[in-house]
């Protein structure tokens, strides 16, 4: 299938530059034009999960992976489940933190990182990301010594919990990390400006690993997809999605689940205050505003970097705008929605409670509602545990990293400085 950068139609790459290159010319995003309907989905949800993958993602990729290396970069990549779990009559969490780094960007890191190591050529190539937290850990984790890919990590100073931020400067090897004195959006300014760069982006051979690359989206595609296998048939056909969001990929693989046929009803764009996408949805004008901190700090986004692709999915009439509403949650009305689910018996984290509460308000009689349960509590521990009341073990996986030493270095959100950071690291 081929890919065009929506920025800039004369661009038409196919799936292994898009993925090599991640952001297409003027900072277009690389996306199908077409996204094909399956017409087989009865028959997709009854396969296993690997086979389900296959059918799904060959769509996309066939052109540069033959099926059994198609085959092969699932089995390595989808080691974890996406669980469905029931929390009320009406309500489901599908949990997407069974993985390494216990958040759902596993999912769509590992699947990046297999791809880029089938695609790899003499040329040894520079990762760069900018996190608002967990997209640092699972990047860096899935990227951990391989060859010829050097990883660097930028991330706001103080921003995010010291927990996510160990398990990813803690690494070493071919993991760098930059503490960068600003917000997200800054870093992501940074990653922009290195991609405008054209003899950095050569000399380095830059690629980003943030939520832009489309081999991330199309991982995130499967689980929707297995959250429909868990769930009983007769409760498949009114089904409400409320997609936590910050840069809005998570969202975006829903909605292209939905365009391939899986019969999703509607769905819900949820955000914390940074409500840049439920302003625009409600008055048609897209004004973001200051970032702002709060305690689902993953979504701490007020310029949507995945949201051109959902927009165009809705001007080529691929996706009704009417099965999209958008909804956000104050800091007490998500302290209230964690403790709302505990008392209902599960034990949940802030991300999760903001989808959760724009589902409550949102859900009548007859549907059925999933909201994504995206990081597992334990990775947002102190708010958890002040807001609930109670204690909450770590995990091993955090465990392990808590003791360790922070390599990361500190830098000013400027380009300049940062690209002779780069230039001096060993690959
Ligand atoms: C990244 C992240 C989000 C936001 O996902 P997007 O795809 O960027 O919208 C939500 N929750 C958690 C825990 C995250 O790490």
Not at 100 to 110: E, I, S, V, W
Not at 116 to 133: D, H, K, R, V, Y
Not at 275 to 296: F, K
Request: charged content about 20%; overall charge negative; hydrophobic content about 40%.
């Amino acid at each position: 299938m081929k890919l065009y950068n929506l920025k800039d139609n004369s661009q038409i790459v196919d799936f292994k530059t898009a993925v090599r290159t991640g952001l297409g010319r003027n900072q277009g995003l690389f996306f199908p034009k077409k996204i094909p309907q399956l017409t087989n989905i009865e028959q997709i949800l009854k396969l296993s999960p690997h086979q389900r993958y296959f059918e799904i993602l060959k769509n996309f990729v066939s052109e540069n992976m033959d099926d059994s290396t198609l085959k092969m970069v699932i089995d390595k990549t989808f080691r974890f489940p996406a669980k469905l779990e029931k929390v009320s009559t009406q309500n489901y969490c599908l949990e997407l933190f069974h993985g390494p780094t216990l958040a759902f960007k596993d999912f769509g890191a590992n699947f990046m990182a297999n791809c880029l190591q089938e695609f790899a050529s003499e040329q040894p190539i520079t990762i760069l990301t900018a996190t608002s937290g967990d997209t640092g850990a699972a990047v860096a984790h899935a990227f951990h010594g391989l060859k010829d890919i050097r990883v660097v990590v930028l991330f706001p100073k103080g921003k995010i919990s010291e927990l996510q931020q160990k398990m990813f400067t803690t690494l070493g090897d071919n993991i760098h990390t930059v503490a960068v004195e600003g917000d997200f959006d800054d870093c992501q300014q940074l990653v922009k400006q290195s991609f405008d760069d054209a003899s950095f982006v050569e000399q380095i051979g830059l690629n980003s690993a943030n939520s832009i690359n489309i081999s991330r989206l199309l991982a995130q595609v499967c689980y929707y997809f297995d959250a429909f296998t868990q769930l009983p048939e007769d409760k498949r056909n009114s089904v409400v999605v409320s997609v936590p969001s910050g840069n809005f990929g998570n969202l975006c693989a829903g909605i292209i689940a939905k365009t391939l046929g899986l019969p999703i009803k509607r769905f819900i764009a949820s955000t914390n205050l940074n409500d840049t996408v439920p302003r625009y949805l409600q008055s048609g004008e897209w004004s973001p505003n200051e970032t702002i901190a709060t305690i689902s700090n993953a979504m701490d986004v007020s310029r949507p970097n995945n949201w051109p692709r959902i927009e165009y999915l809705m001007q080529s009439d691929q996706f009704d705008r009417k099965d999209l509403t958008g909804t956000a949650v104050s800091e007490e009305d998500t302290r209230d929605s964690l403790r709302s689910l505990y008392q209902s018996g599960y034990i949940s984290e802030p991300h999760a409670a903001v989808a959760f509460k724009a589902l409550a308000d949102s859900l009548v009689d007859d549907e059925i509602g999933i909201f994504l349960g995206t990081a597992h509590p334990a990775k947002f521990k102190s708010t958890v545990e002040e807001t609930l009341e109670i204690a909450l073990p770590l995990p091993e996986a955090l465990e392990s990293c808590a003791t360790k030493e922070d390599l990361s270095v500190q830098l000013q959100a400027n380009f300049e400085q940062l690209k002779s950071h780069i230039l001096g690291l060993s690959v």
